[in-house]
């Protein structure tokens, strides 16, 4: 009897859906240049898009509102002499963007306050770019902002380099060297490390302000292309790639021990296109989009590993995606993520990944803070070795319609540092607090669960609040015992010696010895291969009972087997209120004795499937032999005929 474990989790539901054919971006001239990149970066309030253009290079910037099917003819954004290659959106700064191209130049862009695709004027007037950084002597395949510091910029080129730029003084400050062509590349949470992927099958964590690789392994041994993605503040970085025989594989890596993937590399499937990577540090999902294929997956981080949610189908296949900063999310359809893919190289469809729930209030369990809009340190900072988080915001406010409320960073700690803390004992943990001065009570402090020695202190304390109490008149108790004419009620270390024994009334106890908790314990609950689950509750029970126990005074028997109370011990009393000791015993035994029907009938019921199946085994068995026995039969008629019929033709 074995059922299936469903492992718990908020996002387990979590489904992508498209928006309808009005609501996606139409009539776009998307780049079908062959460069591995995700032609699409999206912000708070626009969508950027390499373009189709004729005489150099250039790109197209979409507001996000203007949905639908566009103008013939749109402003782009032009400078470039070859084709653009790769943009990317500044994280502090909504209207700043950074192109890459093929003619080894990095452009930095200002969008217009008022910029609008949609004018009466019969001429467009395209945008010219702010800055140009030249550095590179071959094409530009990537740039990335820093995610934490304001205007620091990396950029990779097919010389074999990634350089990271001072974007205020405009000139690199930084080069560091690659065997080959980069990739793809991913920053680390504050900014300090860069995970890159290369042609060469390698996989570089590199300290960059030390422009040196602290960690160089073999990456996906596949002939084709391999991304990496930062998994936000952890020191997890997870890559997409091929194996050898082109299968397309997901890998997890520790950056301080990076010989080889976490549990090795694990198999999505057999199709060719790349899987793009893209990291939700608020739900700890990783998403993967494939390229020349429709499906979008994704996976939740835990334990280590990735656990696989669902996946989102789609019969058009996708060349390019971008997804949507948490800060944009539209929080009052539980919407955790929003990607924006190409389809047919002519619109772009935006799809929300939703947890489905019908409360219409913030969930604050589903968006926690957020990254916002202000850097940890500035440019000048970062450059001279200072790191620093960028601040978060707390989207309930965002939900109410507030200005954003900014929450202080503070670091995860890693996966690998909670798994080398051990947890301390619960005794020695409890001894420290008895012994140190007891703390200021405060608003948010965390109650921890009472330990079991905690737990059979105060069963002792309550037992001892119940004791008989003393009487320093030794010839009055003498008195009352002469004069009494009924039986002296039992002491209670006798009443709770005869709760779990249940004692026949003929059969007195022995006052002189008692009898140990535990065997009357086992009395009451044999042990067998089947009672193993109720052993808490027994330990427990034993505990109980044995600090009871040594709180009482063992009574003393005269030469006639008589019970009476040894001299200097408290007198038992008939009125004291020892109930509620005798209900909690009782009701502990009664506990035990239900779990062992249940176990007993647990066992019974086994046995009786077992019986079952055995029945059905040999009823299958008998019915083959039948069946077998009446195939033969059949064979030997058929051979029977053909005798007959040879017979009959020869005469």
């Known amino acids: ?41 999206a912000n708070p309030l626009f969508l950027a898009v390499n373009w189709e253009a004729s005489g150099g290079g250039a790109f197209a910037v979409i507001p996000l509102h203007e949905k639908g099917k566009l103008p013939e003819h749109i402003p782009l954004f032009r400078g470039h002499t070859a084709v653009v290659l790769d943009t990317d959106w500044s994280p502090f700064d909504d209207h700043l963007i950074a192109s890459a191209s093929d003619d080894a130049k990095v452009f930095l862009w200002k969008v217009p306050e008022d910029f609008a695709i949609r004018s009466e004027d019969e001429e467009l007037e395209d945008v010219s770019p702010v800055n140009k950084l030249t550095g590179h002597s071959r094409k530009v395949g990537h740039v990335l902002f820093n995610p934490a510091a304001e205007n620091v910029l990396a950029t990779t080129s097919g010389d074999y380099t990634v350089k990271i730029w001072d974007v205020e003084r405009g000139a690199a400050a930084l080069t560091l060297k690659q065997g080959d062509i980069v990739q793809s590349l991913s920053w680390s949470a504050n900014g300090s490390l860069l995970v890159t992927t290369s042609r060469d099958k390698k996989l570089r964590v590199w300290d960059v302000r030390q422009e040196k690789a602290a960690q160089e392994v073999p990456g996906h041994s596949g002939a084709k292309n391999s991304r990496a993605v930062w998994m936000g503040e952890h020191d997890r970085v997870a890559t997409t790639g091929f194996s050898k025989m082109s299968d397309r594989q997901l890998g997890l890596w520790d950056i301080r021990n990076a010989r080889e993937p976490i549990g090795g590399f694990q198999t999505l499937d057999s199709i060719s296109g790349v899987c793009m990577p893209f990291w939700d540090d608020g739900t700890q999902c990783l998403y993967l989009a494939g390229k020349g294929d429709g499906n979008i997956r994704y996976f939740e981080y835990q334990n280590d590993k990735f656990e696989y949610l669902s996946e989102y189908k789609s019969a058009d296949p996708q060349r390019g995606i971008g997804f949507l900063p948490k800060r944009a999310v539209n929080l009052h359809e539980n919407e955790v993520m929003r990607a924006f893919k190409t389809v047919n190289d002519s619109y772009i469809e935006p799809i929300s990944f939703i947890v489905p729930r019908r409360a219409e209030v913030f969930q604050d369990d589903i968006f926690p803070p957020a990254v916002g809009s202000e850097p940890g340190v500035s440019a000048k900072e970062w450059f001279e070795g200072k790191d620093g988080l960028p ?19 503070a670091p995860k700690p890693s996966a690998a540092a909670n798994m080398e803390q051990q947890p301390s004992s619960p005794v020695k943990e409890t001894r420290k607090e008895e012994s140190a001065p007891a703390p200021a009570p405060a608003a948010a402090q965390r109650v921890l669960p009472r330990s079991i020695n905690e737990t059979k202190d105060s069963i002792a304390q309550m037992a001892s609040k119940f004791a008989d109490k003393k009487d320093d008149d030794d010839d009055d108790d003498e008195e009352d015992e002469d004069d009494s004419t009924f039986d002296e009620p039992p002491s209670q270390s006798q009443r709770i010696i005869q709760v779990p024994t249940k004692a026949e009334p003929s059969k007195s106890v022995p006052t002189n010895e008692s009898v140990p908790a535990k065997d009357l314990v086992n009395q009451t609950a044999p042990q067998s291969s089947a009672t193993k689950a109720a052993e808490p509750a027994k330990n427990a029970a034993h505990g109980a009972l044995s600090e009871i126990q040594t709180e009482k005074p063992k009574p003393s028997s005269n030469a006639n087997g008589a019970t009476s109370p040894t001299k200097g011990a408290p007198k038992s009393d008939p009125s004291s209120n020892t109930i509620p000791i005798h209900s909690s015993l009782q009701h502990i035994t009664t506990l035990l004795e239900q779990q062992n029907r249940t176990i007993a009938a647990q066992t019974d019921r086994i046995s009786q499937l077992t019986v079952e199946v055995d029945t059905l085994k040999t009823q299958m068995m008998s019915s083959s032999s039948d069946s077998r026995s009446s195939l033969v039969d059949k064979d030997e008629q058929i051979r029977e005929l053909q005798r007959q019929l040879e017979e009959s033709q020869r005469s």
């Not at 718990?8 to 992508?16: E, T």
């Not at 601040?391 to 960073?409: C, M, N, R, Y």
Request: hydrophobic share 35%.
């Open 1 to 41: 009897m074995s059922g299936r474990f469903v492992r718990a989790s908020k996002y387990r539901h979590v489904f992508g859906r498209s928006a309808r054919k009005e609501q996606c971006y139409d009539n776009l001239r998307i780049s079908r240049n062959a460069w591995d990149t995700n032609l699409v970066k």
């Open 391 to 409: 601040p978060k915001i707390d989207l309930g406010s965002i939900f109410d319609g507030q200005e954003p409320t900014v929450v202080p960073a």
